[in-house]
């Protein structure tokens, strides 16, 4: 009887407790996305904000006509090339520098790992505006740097040639720490017994690398990259501060599209449309990863 | 974190945010309104306001200055979220859509009120751009408009005194000057990146752009394409090349070195070409207003620049009306044009010898009288950026005239849909009018 | 890997990367002290020639910045400790308590996280109009109120709570809620202080939801105020990168002072996550 009560007092409680979390989470963000995807099937547009008797049902014609919008497939294009040449980059930054802080000679563990990791914790836009400088192609640091070797200066901003990769140098310098610190852990969590097997087997420092490390690590690898692509599929900050999209609309990516189309032309049915579709094509690439590394694990 | 400590936390979050949002309940018995200008403008005014604050010493103006990139952003987030200010500069291709979410004050009844200032005195296609179905939403504040800029030396060595004000006579002069300055320079320079040469090419040849009340695409027309083949000839020709902006890294570098000795632009390079030119090359170039298809008379140009506009949601419009009939003067114009090159959108400011005086500004004032506005749509400025597409396309010989003018008028027929919708809404109700 | 890599370049190639890595954030710090116009000389200088604080003192007099500052510190201490709250007790709750619904609520809450925030960002812009939060730190907050992946942590935390503990203390006679002040909350503690470094730091760094709620510059947070301003003084290299360290500041300095804690955090969302 005593427990039959218990369990009584704790149901309600426990709906209690739950009750501020779940009703801000519900009107704030699935209630939206709900009705996010009831408005990606509308024409809610600037006239509607006024007058919401002018809103109208448009079925998949939002869809079709981003599909068939070059700027939408020049931004995912652009958003894309962050992913492909971003993303490995990134994370074989990553693995480098957990490999060599966790090296066995390695001293100062602790200073090195919080000294890769600060980028992270900074503020996206604040280090936009310094890399803005840090590229600028008379006085910045890096083509006076590259200038050193006899490279000749880049117009990293104002070049659509160079204007990804500028970007992609700003991604990968904020973002290595956090991956690294899995990758640490991963490292940290392959048994020492597996390297001295290799080692009397007469494998060298590749060999083991190859054969021990890699494999070791795949369950980091398959986390590592979906969280990176994810992250990087909804890039918006760097380019938004760095370039306005430009130069030539060669870095506006799939989210700052959805930005000036649902906040600046104010065509809220349209980005809606444009964000469900990136939202679908992130969970088909993750679906493809999630699959890819599984068949990897088994054979 | 024990309870009360939570709590008190959080109380005194509530607390400060309190003090946060009451703000301004100083300044006792005088009015404060708020001001929103843009880029450089929104910092210069802030010169400007001492003058207007003795003159009346009951309001006290407060000034937020907007980048360009976001104003347009910011100005309907603030339109959405009743926190627009009291008066505001607005971009005068902007004032259809403000208009439209009745988010201005129709100024009729305020101009009536207001004596010695009525659209006589603004150049008539710069007052035009405030007047949407024959009401007044803006007074001008400055004004932009373009220009042809060129190597008055150059021209001269091809055998031009003048630059021919006919299309066909500046043809000739162009390919005289190619013919001197060789294959690998230009006569003049396009970008592709640029949608106003190619749009101001379809007004000269009397293309509307749009048609049927704003709501269809008019660049199929025999006029727009008139204009187009005239732009496209220069490209095929030679005589500008194929390249953006963002190609030519130092305009005036090339500018200087006769690479490229035309340019169609506004008068903010007035004072680029002056610090960015060499010395010597300081009286080798000019300006001419633009020529036209059939001679001076046509050669229209665009009438761009910024207006004042009131909100509807301002409580205190009668003192930001007088901060408009202030920044509207003529010789706070004149003021203004001193601070920062702006062109004053008064007529009667151009009648001082400073204007007057120098050629370049002639040339502007000359160019003013003949201005006309763009099509007065929320949507132009999304449809100038599809022309410009397009238009890169034919040029970059990614696409032939004939199918980027198809696509072009489809996307932006599909861009009205919704206007034509309206209209027929409204003409079917029968009331409401298509905005 | 013992005898591989000489320990030389090892170390060689960790302090390359050190520099490397730390170069930005030291250029900014000292570029903001450069007089005006030295950043933008040839060769780039490193060091400033006679250092000043005439960008500091320019932020907070003529452009006002304190204001963005105060904007920032209060949203984020304000979303920290509201979700500190909400998130513990949701938390608590999902591992301990037993009731009806319990993981098939938390299944859908789970599920959600893959989600990602865009797609409701236009109608959840117009509920926080309906409800006449635009333009007010408010409508910045509200977002990170309550988050499924704080709940997330909190939980993986709380099931390591002995169901004895809370059953013994029911039958003492307390109440739930004084179960969960002064029992839950003291062994919650240190995922609490996770919790709230990694609250504080994105609360701080937010930008597109602060860029799209807030139109009036007295309310900018200081992310959406800096973006602003570089919009208007480009080349006021140094100014801009005194705002930048203004900036940055809070969020560094937090991060080095609670990084144990963060860290572990960071790896516990990890093998969870």
């Known amino acids: 009887m005593k427990s039959l009560t218990s369990e009584g007092r704790q149901q309600s409680a426990a709906w209690t407790f739950l009750a501020p979390a779940l009703v801000l989470i519900g009107v704030f963000f699935f209630v939206p996305v709900l009705a996010g995807l009831v408005m990606s099937f509308t024409d809610f547009d600037i006239y509607s904000i006024g007058r919401p008797d002018t809103i109208r049902f448009m079925g998949m014609d939002n869809y079709r006509h981003v599909l068939a919008d070059g700027e939408f497939w020049r931004a995912l294009r652009n958003t894309l090339y962050f992913v492909v040449v971003g993303g490995p980059l990134s994370v074989a930054t990553s693995l480098a520098a957990a490999l060599l802080v966790n090296a066995k000679v390695a001293r100062m563990k602790g200073f090195f790992r919080t000294v890769f990791f600060t980028p992270v914790v900074t503020t996206m836009v604040a280090v936009a505006i310094v890399f803005r400088y840090l590229l600028h192609p008379h006085y910045g640091l890096v083509n006076n740097a590259l200038g050193f070797f006899h490279v000749a200066p880049i117009d990293w901003l104002g070049d659509p040639h160079w204007s990804m990769p500028a970007i992609v140098l700003l991604a990968v310098w904020k973002n290595f720490g956090y991956n690294m610190l899995i990758f640490i852990a991963g490292l940290q969590s392959i048994p020492e017994d597996l390297y001295e097997a290799a080692q009397l087997d007469g494998a060298g420092w590749r060999a083991q690398f190859v054969h021990v490390t890699l494999p070791s690590l795949g369950p980091t690898f398959l986390f590592v990259g979906i969280m990176t692509m994810i992250g990087q599929f909804q890039i918006f900050a760097e380019p938004y501060v760095m370039t306005q999209g430009g130069p030539l609309r060669s870095t506006v990516s799939v989210v700052m599209l959805m930005y000036e189309q649902g906040f600046r032309w104010w065509r809220m049915g349209y980005a809606t449309a444009i964000a469900f579709i990136l939202f679908a094509i992130m969970m088909t690439v993750t679906v493809i990863q999630m699959k890819l590394q599984g068949d990897r694990g088994q054979s | 974190m024990t309870p009360r400590a939570g709590i008190t936390a959080v109380l005194a979050t509530c607390a400060l945010f309190a003090l946060a949002s009451a703000g301004c309940a100083r300044h006792a018995g005088r009015t404060t309104i708020r001001f929103w200008g843009m880029g450089r403008e929104g910092e ?14 009951d309001i006290h103006v407060v000034v937020q200055q907007l980048p360009w990139t976001a104003a347009h952003e910011k100005l309907i987030t603030a339109y959405v979220g009743k926190s627009t200010p009291d008066v505001s500069q607005l971009g005068n291709t902007w004032i259809p859509e403000f208009s439209a979410l009745e988010a201005i004050e129709p100024l009729r009844p305020w101009l009536a009120k207001s004596a010695g200032l009525d659209s006589s005195g603004f150049f008539p296609g710069i007052w035009d751009t405030n007047v949407i179905d024959g009401e007044p939403y803006g007074v001008p504040w400055y004004v932009d408009t373009r220009v042809v800029f060129y190597r008055k030396d150059v021209l001269e060595r091809a055998g031009y005194s003048t630059l021919p004000q006919s299309w066909e006579g500046w043809r000739e002069a162009m390919r005289a000057v190619k013919r001197v300055v060789g294959k690998e320079r230009y006569a003049i320079f396009l970008p592709t990146n640029e949608w106003n040469p190619p749009v101001i090419m379809g007004l000269q ?8 009340d704003g709501t269809r695409a008019a660049f199929r027309d025999s006029a727009f394409r008139r204009g187009f083949d005239f732009y496209m000839s220069l490209s095929r020709e030679g005589l500008a090349p194929s390249v953006s902006g963002n190609e030519i890294s130092n305009v005036y570098q090339e500018f200087a070195r006769g690479y490229l000795n035309m340019w169609i632009t506004g008068p903010w390079n007035i004072g680029e070409m002056r610090n960015r030119l060499p010395d010597s090359l300081q009286d080798a170039w000019a300006t001419a207003p633009m020529p036209g298809p059939t001679g001076p008379a046509s050669g229209l140009s665009l009438a761009g620049g910024s207006s004042l506009v009131v909100y ?15 920044l509207a003067r003529p010789d706070v114009q004149l003021k203004f044009w001193r601070l920062t090159g702006d062109l004053p959108g008064r007529v009667e400011a151009w009648r001082d010898t400073a204007l007057t005086a120098d050629p370049n500004m002639r040339t502007f004032g000359e160019q003013l009288t003949r201005v006309v506005a763009t099509p007065k749509v929320p949507e ?3 449809i100038a950026i599809r022309v410009q597409e397009q238009v890169e396309r034919v040029v970059r010989r990614a696409s032939t005239p004939d199918s980027a003018m198809s696509v072009l008028s489809a996307d932006v027929d599909r861009m009205l849909e919704k206007r034509r919708w309206l209209r027929d809404r409204s003409r079917a109700t029968g009331g409401g009018g298509s905005r | 890997m013992k005898r591989a890599l000489p320990s030389l370049l090892v170390h060689a190639l960790l302090i390359l990367g050190a520099l490397v890595t730390l170069t930005p954030l030291l250029w900014m710090v000292s570029a903001s002290f450069m007089p005006t116009g030295q950043a933008s000389s040839f060769p780039p200088p490193l060091l400033p020639s006679a250092p000043t604080l005439e960008h500091y003192v320019d932020l907070f007099t003529r452009l006002n910045l304190a204001r963005n500052f105060a904007n920032s510190l209060l949203i984020t201490v304000g979303v920290t400790l509201f979700s500190l709250v909400v998130n513990s007790m949701a938390g608590y709750a999902f591992a301990k308590l037993r009731f009806k619904g319990r993981d098939a609520t938390f299944k859908v809450l789970v599920a959600a996280m893959v989600i ?11 509920i926080v109009k309906s409800l006449g939060l635009v333009n007010t730190p408010w409508g910045v907050m509200i977002t990170g109120l309550a988050t499924v992946f704080g709940i997330f942590m909190i939980r993986q935390f709380a ?27 003291p062994v919650l503690k240190p995922i609490l202080v996770t919790m709230a470094t990694f609250s504080f730091l994105s609360a701080w760094n937010d ?13 900018y947070t200081l992310p959406v105020a800096l973006a602003n301003l570089v919009g208007e003084h480009v080349q006021d290299t140094e100014l801009m990168m005194a705002g930048s360290v203004l900036t940055v500041l809070p969020v560094l300095g937090v991060f080095l002072v609670m990084q144990r804690s963060y860290i572990k955090g960071v790896l516990m969302g990890s093998v969870k996550g």
């Open chain 2, 44 to 57: 210069v005014v802030q010169e400007l306001i001492p003058d207007f604050e003795r003159e009346h010493p």
């Open chain 2, 205 to 212: 040849a009397g293309s509307p752009l749009l048609k049927e």
């Open chain 2, 312 to 326: 509807r949601a301002s409580a205190h419009k009668a003192q930001a009306w007088a901060f408009v009939q202030f």
């Open chain 2, 380 to 382: 132009w400025e999304e």
């Open chain 3, 116 to 126: 990602p925030g865009q797609v409701g960002m236009m109608p959840l812009f117009l």
């Open chain 3, 159 to 185: 099931l390591s709570i002995p169901d004895d503990l809370l059953d013994a203390a029911r039958i003492d006679g307390a109440s739930e809620w004084r179960i969960y002040w002064t029992i839950v909350l």
């Open chain 3, 207 to 219: 930008f597109m939801w602060p860029l799209i709620v807030l139109s009036d510059s007295s309310q």
